[in-house]
């Protein structure tokens, strides 16, 4: 039926009545003075909350004047330059020793860490009947359809998933952070073979191998992997665990939370809103966009080349439309993101091993040239590269394809999550219920009669 003519033109009927009937003035939110995205109009967050989970600095406020700053990020007050500085030291991984930090408020002794990473490695596999009907039998395109889906269906397989008590939702969480990598990576087996005709590799999750060497273990059908490519997988992982509660998605598992509905439904709202292009989904804009610079530009290592498509996407001539240069700017970062710092100086070493220099060169110009740019253009306004930038380049150079990298994101994410749903639970106290104004005018109801 969806197909039908009737039923389309029926659509375009009713998206007619919709345009017509709901419209809001754009002027009206600043008559009402409507913090749009819960920002105020220095574009700082409006204070929902307090956390002790994550900090994300990346301007002073004094005296009401915001000043831009270099950001810095640090999980339970520690900043996780110094975390990444020390494991790329001892050149161990640093993922599960985030994760307990995160999860419980601490850094693990080495035999907490030992006994942890055990127990994690214990709680991957998932069950026999899980993996067949629930990832093989209904596979999907979109990874994080599929996980969502995944993560719902848990509810199914658990003794007690109502409880809302602290020891009933930590073994929720130890058991999602443990299983969700898997599920994505049997997820990705069940759409190649499903929807590319490709051969259906299932390997279970080997307990002595860290997050990032199991997930590539998993992906391959060799199960092969080098030592340098589970190193900034690890890397990725820690940079993505955790954003404050203030980003879309913590601020989603946070909002299900409050209203006492259970840990799974919880997580698969986080999952959906990651999946959006504004958030988890941008790293694969930043790749298309790239394609897009590529394509219409001979020469992507030329400044006034790149800088003229620059204007061009800002002008919305080119790719999406959007006026977006994806990848640079941040709801809190100014004057730089860590994170981006941190996987930019990875992506250039990966860039001479794997002959990518050019294109990490286009990467380093939109990075150089955007802000000035979009200053001439469009106004003044802090703008670094964020994140994103760099994360999809860097995968690429991994050979992980591109259908994972939002999952990859949910993967390292999944621990800050749960961590802010046992702190909503546990000092929330409240329903989140924000207000929102009516502008629309009292109209009187017409009897059926009458129409």
């Known amino acids: 039926m969806e197909n039908n003519a009737t039923f389309k033109e029926a659509l375009e009927h009713y998206r007619d009545v919709v345009l017509d009937n709901t419209k809001i003035a754009p002027e009206s939110y600043n008559n009402y003075k409507v913090k749009r995205g819960l920002r105020n109009s220095d574009g700082t967050g409006v204070l929902a909350g307090l956390t002790n989970i994550g900090n994300v600095h990346g301007y002073v406020l004094s005296e009401d004047e915001k000043t831009a700053d270099e950001g810095r990020l640090r999980y339970r007050g520690i900043n996780v330059a110094d975390i990444v500085a020390d494991c790329e030291k001892d050149k161990r991984f640093g993922y599960e020793e985030v994760c307990y930090l995160i999860l419980f408020g601490k850094l693990p002794t080495k035999d907490e860490l030992k006994k942890f990473n055990e127990l994690m490695g214990s709680l991957r596999p998932v069950p ?98 080098t030592k340098i490519e589970a190193e900034i997988l690890d890397l990725a992982l820690i940079l993505h665990a955790e954003h404050g509660g203030g980003n879309n998605s913590a601020f989603t598992t946070r909002v299900v939370s409050s209203s006492g509905s259970d840990t799974y439904s919880a997580i698969a709202a986080a999952i959906g809103s990651l999946k959006g292009p504004r958030h988890g989904g941008a790293n694969k804009k930043v790749m298309g966009m790239i394609d897009d610079f590529k394509e219409h530009i001979e020469d992507i290592t030329d400044p006034d080349q790149v800088a003229a498509h620059i204007e061009k996407t800002l002008r919305k001539e080119t790719y999406d439309g959007s006026g977006l240069v994806y990848g ?83 993967i390292a994410r999944m621990a800050g999550w749960c961590a802010h749903r046992i702190e909503e639970v546990t000092y929330g106290g409240r329903i989140i219920r924000p207000a929102y104004k009516s502008v629309c005018k009292k109209r009187e109801y017409i009897p059926f009669a009458e129409r």
């Open 128 to 225: 026999y009947n899980f993996r067949e009907d629930v990832i093989m039998k209904n596979p999907s395109p979109d990874i994080m359809n599929k996980l969502a889906r995944a993560v719902l269906s848990t509810y199914s397989f658990d003794p007690d998933p109502d409880n809302t008590g602290l020891l009933n939702i930590i073994r929720q969480s130890m058991l999602l952070v443990a299983r969700v990598p898997t599920m994505v990576a049997y997820a990705y087996q069940a759409k190649l073979h499903y929807y590319d005709s490709k051969s259906l590799y299932i390997h279970h999750p080997q307990a002595e191998l860290s997050t990032a060497e199991n997930f590539l273990y998993m992906i391959r059908p060799d199960n092969r992997y």
């Open 328 to 410: 640079m700017g941040h709801a809190i970062y100014t004057l730089s993101d860590p994170r981006a710092v941190m996987l930019k100086k990875k992506a250039e070493e990966l860039a001479k091993i794997t002959g990518n220099e050019d294109e990490f060169k286009l990467y380093s110009l939109i990075e150089e040239l955007t802000p000035d740019i979009f200053h001439r253009m469009r106004g003044p306004k802090d703008m670094c590269a964020n994140v994103d930038l760099y994360s999809g380049f860097v995968y690429k150079m991994l050979n992980i394809p591109e259908e994972l990298y939002t999952p990859m994101f949910a």
